[in-house]
């Protein structure tokens, strides 16, 4: 392409009034000639470059003026899903190549950045200079490749958008940026951001080009448009599917006809997108209707190439994200509950963990709960699926035992089996029926329970799941956008003193515990030296630990715990003792495990601030005996003095 042709391209691109027309879907056109969904679309790039290449020529055919490279999916992460990830560049370089010899002189080239696929801090483990980096190479291996601008496209999380953005101006600080969101029919981000959010943020990053693509059609497009344009005086852009899916056969087809995206394209660029395009299902015969369709509102005699000046850029790489949207001071832990008051003073609490019913009768369960409540127990544990069982909803056994026994619930939560929006529905939810004690987990593999082919989920894991709390007890959700009041839960998370890879663990406690935990409950406690250590070893980070404490009552069920249950170590020492007394008979073993279970409990209680002891197959009374004198203490002193490291949490 001559210079002369390269720069009057560019700055009808960023000429604040000229049209622009993008081109269509890259993978329903790929789909229709054979390629199978599950393959790397990226990888045709070296596989199959003429097919990519034929794919680019009928849009140019059609009317295009940008062409997309075929590498929306093309980032490390995404790659090695495929075994591709050490071909990055290669692919990259060859996509921009392929797009641009099917450009000629009659198009531009942009490279395309779609998400990495994963989620981000606060609610994932994937930090915001390692997504930089990670968008840094792709667009690296774009720009050598020939594109002409970028385009990040389809991103539902600002704080990864931002990270693409500050990754495009370190590769070439003078390359123009399409940066577009997109948003579902509640005309919010699956983040929760809106259209005036996104536009502000897009805007405030530096994109010269702001907008939206994909998830929905064109009517819902078109009215989050109309939000956008008063608040930026950037040049919008809008990228439709062809509507939304419908099954036709068992397939899933894109109903809108070209005639009606051609239709929308006049009125979204009467609304104020310049730049028009089409996603998912839109094809060049799309595209070719709605370049007839915006001729009329081209001015007569071609556009003005004279040079445009670019909109004021802030800085993203010096702006914290995380910063956007602080939210409200949290309610104090004291105020919260009964339990988190207990912890706010220092003293030692004290729960046992019940399992709820495999079916709908209660009765006995609430009839245990009863009894920990007159024993003077603090609060009741109620595990999720423990062990990928199939049990009654902790939310909703929690919910029965407040209600009808009067008792707090210690309510654990995890991330196995519900997404991003479903666990922010039912912690909402939990709130305002007056639920507030939670511990955090990431939650056990279906493949350990009775359903090994059942879904996991695991859209975020336990440190995500603390930040998203943590966030809606600042009257916060996801996206950083205000629910109203905050949330007062108190906020709890595992942690395993005996894991084998101790650094690892501790690891991940800080992350926990800068995520906004308050309270830690460890997994069985059978060996006290083992949390002596690990406790030595977080002083620097040391929030409220609670032991866990399991009463054995055979050496079949020691042995299990040792061999079959994640993240619990049965020292040998331990196995013998319960080998020998179940020898003898089972009164003597389960005799020999609550006599264990005390021993943990003496050992431990000056170095913690509390005790969770287990029901082993919902027999509380074992567990009440674990308590004896502990429950007794606290029921004469209301307030047990702890030590002093403690008292300083």
């Known amino acids: 392409m001559s210079d002369a042709r390269l720069r009057t391209l560019r700055e009808r691109l960023l000429d604040p009034d000229a049209i622009v027309l993008f081109d269509g879907a890259m993978g329903t056109m790929l789909y229709t000639k054979g390629v199978f969904i599950n393959q790397s679309f990226d990888e045709l790039n070296l596989r199959a ?6 794919v680019h020529r009928t849009y140019v055919k059609a009317g295009a003026e940008v062409l997309e490279t075929n590498t929306f999916g093309a980032n490390r992460l995404k790659l090695a899903q495929y ?3 050490g071909q ?39 930090g915001l200079d ?23 496209e389809t991103f539902a999380d600002l704080h990864e958008i931002a990270q693409a953005i500050a990754a495009a101006r370190e590769v070439d600080a003078d390359m123009p940026i399409v940066a577009q969101v997109t948003v579902g029919a509640d005309l919010v981000t699956p983040f929760g951001a809106s259209p005036e959010d996104a536009v502000r943020a897009l805007d405030r990053w530096g994109a010269d080009v702001i907008g939206l693509n994909c998830s929905v059609g064109p009517q819902t497009i078109l009215e989050a448009i109309e939000r956008m344009r008063p608040l930026t005086s950037r040049k919008l852009s809008a990228m439709p599917n062809a509507g939304m899916p419908r099954e036709v056969g068992g397939r899933q087809l894109y109903m809108a006809s070209p005639e009606y995206m051609a239709t929308y394209a006049r009125h979204l660029v009467q609304a104020g997108a310049k730049v028009v395009g089409g996603c998912c299902g839109t094809t060049p015969e799309h595209v070719k209707a709605m370049c007839e369709g915006l001729r009329p509102l081209k001015p007569r005699g071609g556009i003005e190439t004279g040079a445009t000046e670019r909109p004021a850029v802030s800085s993203v790489e010096t702006r914290d994200p995380k910063a956007e949207h602080r939210g409200v001071e949290p309610v104090a832990l004291a105020e919260r509950s009964r339990f988190g008051g207990k912890i706010a003073g220092g003293h030692f609490v004290t729960s046992v963990e019940i399992v709820p019913p495999r079916g709908v009768d209660a009765t006995r369960m609430l009839t245990d709960v009863r009894k920990l409540k007159e024993a003077g127990v603090d609060a009741v544990n109620v595990p999720d699926g423990p062990r990928a069982q199939s049990r009654m909803g902790a939310l909703m056994t929690s919910l029965l035992i407040e209600q009808q026994v009067g008792i707090e619930a210690v309510t654990h939560y995890a991330c196995r089996d519900r997404n991003l929006l479903g666990m922010l529905s039912d912690l909402l939810g939990a709130a305002a029926i007056g639920l507030r004690n939670l511990l955090l987990i990431t939650g056990d593999p279906p493949k350990m329970g009775p359903y090994p082919d059942a879904t996991a989920v695991f859209d975020i894991d336990a440190i995500g799941l603390t930040n998203l709390v943590r966030n809606l007890n600042r009257g916060l959700d996801p996206g ?28 991940r406690f800080e992350w926990k515990v800068d995520a906004g935990a308050e309270y830690a409950i460890t997994q069985p406690v059978f060996d006290p030296a083992q949390l002596e250590c690990f406790l030595e070893q977080v002083q620097h980070v040391r929030i409220p630990v609670i032991a866990g404490i399991w009463p054995l009552v055979s050496a079949r069920n020691a042995e299990f715990l040792a061999n079959e249950v994640p993240g619990v170590t049965v020292p040998e020492g331990i196995l013998v003792r319960m080998r020998s007394a179940s020898d003898r008979s089972k009164e003597h073993a389960v005799a020999e495990g609550i006599a264990i279970a005390q021993e943990m409990l003496d050992r431990v209680r ?12 919902g027999r509380v009374e074992l567990a009440l005996e674990v308590f004896r004198d502990t429950v007794r203490q606290d029921a004469d002193s209301r307030a047990i003095p702890v030590t002093q490291s403690t008292a300083q949490l």
Do not use: C, M, W
């Open 49 to 54: 470059p003429e097919l990519v290449r034929e």
């Open 83 to 85: 075994g591709l990830e």
């Open 88 to 126: 990055v560049a290669e692919i990259n370089h060859a996509a921009a190549r392929i797009a641009r010899e099917a450009a000629g002189d009659g198009a531009l080239v942009a490279g395309a950045i779609g998400p990495l696929g994963v989620r981000l801090e606060p609610y994932g483990p994937t």
């Open 130 to 152: 390692e997504a930089r980096t990670l968008f840094r190479e792709q667009l690296s291996a774009l720009k050598a490749g020939g594109a002409d601008l970028f385009i990040l």
């Open 480 to 507: 950083g956008n205000a629910i109203g009041a905050p949330t007062r839960f108190v906020v709890g998370v595992g942690v395993n003193p005996a894991a084998i890879d101790l650094a690892h663990e501790i690891r």
């Open 606 to 617: 000056g170095i913690v601030q509390g005790a969770q002891v287990s029901a082993p197959f």
